[in-house]
C-alpha cells in the first residue's frame, strides 16, 4: 500500500511540474530552457571523442552533424535553447537553464550538482562512475531497439501521449546465457528508437547500458527500459537517479524514430521535476544476490559438457575462418592488419577438466570443500542465501555472525536483534560489528542504536547496490543532500602484482635475448579466473579487439606481432577470446640498443566476465634494455 501511495504522488508530482512546463501562448513550444552540450565542429576535431562506433566514418558524422542536428530539433520543441562546446561548458551554465543535455564529454560535475540533467550513451558511466550513480559501465553494446518498457512511465505519456509500436521480435540470444535463460521467452515486444536506415553504408555510433541488478533498490531511482544489447535482459537502457537521466541510445534526432522524439521530449520535461533532488545513496556495489543464482546455475555438470561441445565447434569455426582468410590472401586480397593478426593465431586443442571448470567459477576455496559435487554446491548456496554479505564491491561470501541468530541480513528483524542483544549485554561485540555492517551508522551505545532506529524505522530501506545496507530514505523531505564523491573508475596501482576483481587484467613484460643481435619483447596478461579479453569478434561487434603496444626510439622496428591461442568465447558466435593468461611477442633488433634504455609495451584491451565488461584500458609497462 505505501508503494502504491508513494507512486501516485509521484505522478501527481509530475502533473504539476508538466503544468508548470506548459505551452508558451503563440509558439506551441514548451516553456523550458535547454542547453545542449556536445562538439561544436567549427573547433578542432578532439583528439579524443566520447562516441564509438565500429565504423570510423560513423564518428567523423557524428562530430560533424550531432551539435546543428540537436539544436534545430530542439528548438522545435523548446521555448529557448542553448548549444555549447564541451570545452567552453562549466556547472554554472546548468544554473541557469531548467534542463541540461549532454552528448560529449569529458564533463566533470562535482558531487552536490543537482540541476536536472539527460546524460545521452556513454556520457552516462562517465559522468555516473565518478559520483556513485548507478550508471555504471555494464556495455557499450545497445543497438537501435527498447524492450523490457515500462510503457505506463510518464515518459511516454505527457506532456505528449505516444503510442509506442511494439512489435514481437527474437530475444537477443546473449539473454539465454545465464541464469535467467529459463524464464526468458524466446520473443519479446520491442519498440524501434533508431530509425532503419538501409541506405546507410557505416553502423551509427554504440550505445550504453548499466546494470539492472539493483537499479530500483533504492527510493531514489528507477528502471525504465532495457534494450537489445550484447548482456542480459535487465541491463538499462533507460533510467533515472536522482536529477539524473540516462538515456543509453546513441541515435540524434535525425536517427531517432517519430515515436522517440516524442518520448526524448518527455523525458526532457520529466528529469525537470527532479530539479535539486539529488541521489540519496551512491552505488559502491556491482554484484548482489542474484549471484547465487547464477552460481547455482554454472556449478552444472550439463553445461560444462556443453561448454565442451561449443569450444570444440568454435575450433572447427576458426580454421574454417583462418582457411577463408589465407584464399583470400593468396587471391592478392588485402585482409587487414586484424585479419592477419588472426591468421597466425594458434589452435588449442586443450581440453579443460571439469575440476577447473568449477574452480574458475566458483574459486579454489570453494573447490576444496566440495570437489565435483555439484549438489554440494547447490546446497550451501541455496542454504546461504539469505547471509551472503560483500567483501569487496565484487564478492560475495556468507556472513557466518548472521547466519548464527538465523536472521536473514535483508531483514530489519536483523537490526532489532542486534539491538536488543546490545541492551542486554549479550555478545556485545559481535550485536555492533553486524549494527556497523548492515547501516551506515557508527552509534556507540544501545540506546543511541535503538533512537535511531524507533526514528527512522518507517523510512528504512534496504539497498545491495549501496553496499548490502539499511539507509534512510530522506528523499521526500532532503532534496539538497551533499551526495559524498566516490571513484568508480578502474585504477591500476603501481603494485599489483596479482589479478583482482577491481583490476582483471595484470600486464607484464620482459626482453628476452633472440640471438643475431636481436631481442625478444614479451608481453604476458594474467586473467583473473572467470574473466576474458577478446582475440577476434566479428565485424560490428563493439567489443574491443586486445591490442598488443609498444613504443621503441627513433630507428628501432618491430616485428608483426604474435599471439598465444585464443579460444571459443561460450554463448558469442565467431567470438575468440583469451582466458586465464595470453602471451604476445615480437622481436626487435638490438644492434644499436644501449644498456638502460627503456623500451614501453603492454596491451589495448577490454576485459569482461559473463555479467560485465569494463570501458577499454590502455595499460604499458616499462622494460630495460641490460
Given at each position: 500500500?505505501?508503494?502504491?501511495?508513494?507512486?501516485?504522488?509521484?505522478?501527481?508530482?509530475?502533473?504539476?511540474?508538466?503544468?508548470?512546463?506548459?505551452?508558451?501562448?503563440?509558439?506551441?513550444?514548451?516553456?523550458?530552457?535547454?542547453?545542449?552540450?556536445?562538439?561544436?565542429?567549427?573547433?578542432?576535431?578532439?583528439?579524443?571523442?566520447?562516441?564509438?562506433?565500429?565504423?570510423?566514418?560513423?564518428?567523423?558524422?557524428?562530430?560533424?552533424?550531432?551539435?546543428?542536428?540537436?539544436?534545430?530539433?530542439?528548438?522545435?520543441?523548446?521555448?529557448?535553447?542553448?548549444?555549447?562546446?564541451?570545452?567552453?561548458?562549466?556547472?554554472?551554465?546548468?544554473?541557469?537553464?531548467?534542463?541540461?543535455?549532454?552528448?560529449?564529454?569529458?564533463?566533470?560535475?562535482p558531487a552536490n550538482f543537482n540541476r536536472p540533467i539527460v546524460l545521452l550513451h556513454q556520457l552516462a558511466p562517465d559522468v555516473g562512475l565518478p559520483i556513485g550513480l548507478k550508471f555504471d559501465w555494464y556495455c557499450q553494446c545497445l543497438e537501435?531497439?527498447?524492450?523490457?518498457?515500462?510503457?505506463?512511465?510518464?515518459?511516454?505519456?505527457?506532456?505528449?501521449?505516444?503510442?509506442?509500436?511494439?512489435?514481437?521480435?527474437?530475444?537477443?540470444?546473449?539473454?539465454?546465457?545465464?541464469?535467467?535463460?529459463?524464464?526468458?521467452?524466446?520473443?519479446?515486444?520491442?519498440?524501434?528508437?533508431?530509425?532503419?536506415?538501409?541506405?546507410?553504408?557505416?553502423?551509427?555510433?554504440?550505445?550504453?547500458?548499466?546494470?539492472?541488478?539493483?537499479?530500483?533498490?533504492?527510493?531514489?531511482?528507477?528502471?525504465?527500459?532495457?534494450?537489445?544489447?550484447?548482456?542480459?535482459?535487465?541491463?538499462?537502457?533507460?533510467?533515472?537517479?536522482?536529477?539524473?537521466?540516462?538515456?543509453?541510445?546513441?541515435?540524434?534526432?535525425?536517427?531517432?524514430?517519430?515515436?522517440?522524439?516524442?518520448?526524448?521530449?518527455?523525458?526532457?520535461?520529466?528529469?525537470?521535476?527532479?530539479?535539486?533532488?539529488?541521489?540519496?545513496?551512491?552505488?559502491?556495489?556491482?554484484?548482489?544476490?542474484?549471484?547465487?543464482?547464477?552460481?547455482?546455475?554454472?556449478?552444472?555438470?550439463?553445461?560444462?559438457?556443453?561448454?565442451?561441445?561449443?569450444?570444440?565447434?568454435?575450433?572447427?569455426?576458426?580454421?574454417?575462418?583462418?582457411?577463408?582468410?589465407?584464399?583470400?590472401?593468396?587471391k592478392g586480397e588485402d585482409i587487414g592488419k586484424g585479419n592477419e593478426a588472426f591468421l597466425k593465431m594458434p589452435v588449442t586443442d586443450e581440453v579443460q577438466s571439469f575440476d577447473d571448470y568449477l574452480k574458475s567459477w566458483t574459486g579454489s576455496?570453494?573447490?576444496?570443500?566440495?570437489?565435483?559435487?555439484?549438489?554440494?554446491?547447490?546446497?550451501?548456496?541455496?542454504?546461504?542465501?539469505?547471509?551472503?554479505?560483500?567483501?569487496?564491491?565484487?564478492?560475495?561470501?556468507?556472513?557466518?555472525?548472521?547466519?548464527?541468530?538465523?536472521?536473514?541480513?535483508?531483514?530489519?528483524?536483523?537490526?532489532?536483534?542486534?539491538?536488543?542483544?546490545?541492551?542486554?549485554?549479550?555478545?556485545?561485540?559481535?550485536?555492533?560489528?553486524?549494527?556497523?555492517?548492515?547501516?551506515?551508522?557508527?552509534?556507540?551505545?544501545?540506546?543511541?542504536?535503538?533512537?535511531?532506529?524507533?526514528?527512522?524505522?518507517?523510512?528504512?530501506?534496504?539497498?545491495?547496490?549501496?553496499?548490502?545496507?539499511?539507509?534512510?530514505?530522506?528523499?521526500?523531505?532532503?532534496?539538497?543532500a551533499v551526495v559524498s564523491p566516490v571513484s568508480g573508475d578502474i585504477k591500476t596501482a603501481a603494485t599489483t602484482t596479482v589479478p583482482t576483481r577491481a583490476d582483471p587484467v595484470v600486464v607484464t613484460a620482459t626482453l628476452v635475448d633472440a640471438?643475431?643481435?636481436?631481442?625478444?619483447?614479451?608481453?604476458?596478461?594474467?586473467?583473473?579466473?572467470?574473466?576474458?579479453?577478446?582475440?577476434?569478434?566479428?565485424?560490428?561487434?563493439?567489443?574491443?579487439?586486445?591490442?598488443?603496444?609498444?613504443?621503441?626510439?627513433?630507428?628501432?622496428?618491430?616485428?608483426?606481432?604474435?599471439?598465444?591461442?585464443?579460444?571459443?568465447?561460450?554463448?558469442?558466435?565467431?567470438?575468440?577470446?583469451?582466458?586465464?593468461?595470453?602471451?604476445?611477442?615480437?622481436?626487435?633488433?638490438?644492434?644499436?640498443?644501449?644498456?638502460?634504455?627503456?623500451?614501453?609495451?603492454?596491451?589495448?584491451?577490454?576485459?569482461?566476465?559473463?555479467?560485465?565488461?569494463?570501458?577499454?584500458?590502455?595499460?604499458?609497462?616499462?622494460?630495460?634494455?641490460?
Open positions: 500500500m505505501k508503494k502504491i501511495v508513494s507512486v501516485l504522488l509521484l505522478c501527481l508530482a509530475f502533473s504539476v511540474a508538466v503544468s508548470a512546463t506548459a505551452i508558451k501562448p503563440g509558439t506551441g513550444k514548451i516553456a523550458l530552457k535547454v542547453l545542449y552540450v556536445g562538439y561544436d565542429p567549427a573547433k578542432p576535431k578532439p583528439e579524443k571523442i566520447t562516441y564509438y562506433s565500429t565504423a570510423a566514418g560513423a564518428i567523423d558524422e557524428a562530430w560533424k552533424t550531432r551539435m546543428a542536428d540537436f539544436k534545430a530539433f530542439l528548438e522545435t520543441r523548446f521555448d529557448k535553447v542553448e548549444v555549447v562546446d564541451v570545452r567552453d561548458y562549466n556547472v554554472a551554465m546548468s544554473d541557469k537553464v531548467d534542463v541540461t543535455i549532454a552528448d560529449a564529454g569529458p564533463i566533470n560535475l537501435d531497439d527498447a524492450l523490457n518498457i515500462k510503457t505506463s512511465h510518464p515518459i511516454f505519456n505527457t506532456p505528449i501521449k505516444v503510442n509506442l509500436t511494439l512489435v514481437n521480435r527474437p530475444t537477443p540470444g546473449s539473454f539465454f546465457n545465464g541464469f535467467q535463460a529459463a524464464t526468458t521467452p524466446k520473443e519479446m515486444p520491442m519498440w524501434k528508437v533508431i530509425k532503419e536506415d538501409p541506405s546507410a553504408k557505416n553502423k551509427y555510433i554504440i550505445g550504453m547500458v548499466a546494470h539492472g541488478e539493483g537499479f530500483n533498490d533504492s527510493p531514489d531511482a528507477e528502471a525504465i527500459s532495457g534494450g537489445v544489447c550484447l548482456k542480459n535482459a535487465e541491463a538499462v537502457a533507460l533510467g533515472r537517479h536522482g536529477n539524473y537521466f540516462m538515456w543509453g541510445f546513441s541515435g540524434s534526432p535525425n536517427h531517432m524514430t517519430d515515436e522517440a522524439k516524442d518520448v526524448f521530449v518527455n523525458t526532457v520535461c520529466y528529469i525537470k521535476k527532479f530539479d535539486r533532488q539529488q541521489p540519496i545513496m551512491k552505488k559502491v556495489q556491482i554484484e548482489n544476490r542474484e549471484w547465487v543464482n547464477e552460481m547455482i546455475y554454472r556449478s552444472d555438470k550439463a553445461l560444462y559438457e556443453k561448454t565442451l561441445i561449443s569450444r570444440k565447434e568454435g575450433n572447427a569455426r576458426l580454421l574454417k575462418m583462418q582457411q577463408e582468410l589465407k584464399d583470400r590472401k593468396a576455496g570453494m573447490y576444496d570443500m566440495f570437489g565435483t559435487n555439484v549438489d554440494a554446491y547447490h546446497k550451501y548456496y541455496q542454504d546461504n542465501l539469505e547471509y551472503f554479505y560483500p567483501i569487496d564491491g565484487y564478492s560475495l561470501q556468507v556472513d557466518e555472525d548472521a547466519k548464527k541468530l538465523g536472521i536473514s541480513n535483508r531483514k530489519v528483524e536483523l537490526l532489532e536483534k542486534c539491538i536488543s542483544m546490545l541492551e542486554k549485554g549479550e555478545d556485545t561485540a559481535v550485536a555492533q560489528k553486524l549494527l556497523e555492517r548492515y547501516t551506515t551508522e557508527k552509534f556507540s551505545s544501545a540506546k543511541e542504536w535503538r533512537d535511531w532506529l524507533t526514528k527512522n524505522k518507517p523510512n528504512l530501506y534496504y539497498t545491495e547496490a549501496g553496499g548490502f545496507k539499511f539507509m534512510v530514505n530522506t528523499y521526500k523531505t532532503e532534496t539538497a640471438g643475431a643481435g636481436k631481442k625478444q619483447v614479451v608481453v604476458n596478461a594474467d586473467i583473473l579466473q572467470g574473466w576474458h579479453i577478446y582475440a577476434y569478434v566479428p565485424k560490428d561487434s563493439p567489443f574491443i579487439v586486445t591490442e598488443p603496444v609498444i613504443e621503441l626510439p627513433k630507428g628501432i622496428k618491430n616485428t608483426e606481432w604474435k599471439s598465444s591461442a585464443g579460444v571459443p568465447f561460450t554463448g558469442g558466435e565467431g567470438m575468440f577470446v583469451w582466458e586465464n593468461k595470453a602471451t604476445f611477442t615480437t622481436e626487435i633488433s638490438a644492434k644499436t640498443l644501449k644498456p638502460g634504455t627503456t623500451i614501453k609495451c603492454g596491451l589495448y584491451y577490454q576485459v569482461c566476465d559473463n555479467n560485465k565488461c569494463y570501458p577499454p584500458k590502455r595499460k604499458l609497462v616499462e622494460v630495460k634494455v641490460l
